[in-house]
């Protein structure tokens, strides 16, 4: 079983920054591949970004959306999966959600994941 608790979100201008956050419980996490989700108003959940392993090599995805402005990133240690924001758009606008699947494989769907956070604005203003 995995807790997730999102952090970090807000209302920021166009071209800002912010760095969103998730804090896992449990004591397997490192075995959890995670992802990063967000809800538009009036839109479906979308895929924003995944973090897998595969050999001891750490791979990455994208959505063509955010790829250049995103970063995630994850501390084992802290047991924390961070999503860097730079150069935001007011269509970034949306509930941000982390989210962990069991195995080692990028997810790039929402029934892929079998955790969620309970998700964290990001608000951008022109």
């Known amino acids: 079983q995995v807790q997730l608790v999102d952090a970090g979100g807000g209302l920021v201008q166009a071209g800002g920054s912010l760095r969103l956050s998730c804090a896992a419980s449990?004591?397997?996490?490192?075995?959890?591949?995670m992802g990063w989700f967000r809800r538009a108003p009036d839109k479906e959940r979308e895929f924003v970004a995944a973090m897998g392993w595969s050999g001891g090599t750490a791979y990455y995805a994208y959505a063509d959306s955010v790829k250049g402005r995103f970063t995630i990133s994850r501390d084992n240690a802290k047991k924390t999966v961070y999503l860097q924001m730079n150069s935001l758009k007011p269509e970034d606008t949306a509930v941000y959600y982390c989210a962990a699947k069991r195995g080692y494989g990028l997810g790039y769907g929402v029934a892929e994941y079998d955790y969620w956070g309970q998700g964290t604005q990001v608000t951008v203003s022109s």
């Open positions: 449990g004591r397997t996490f490192s075995s959890y591949a």
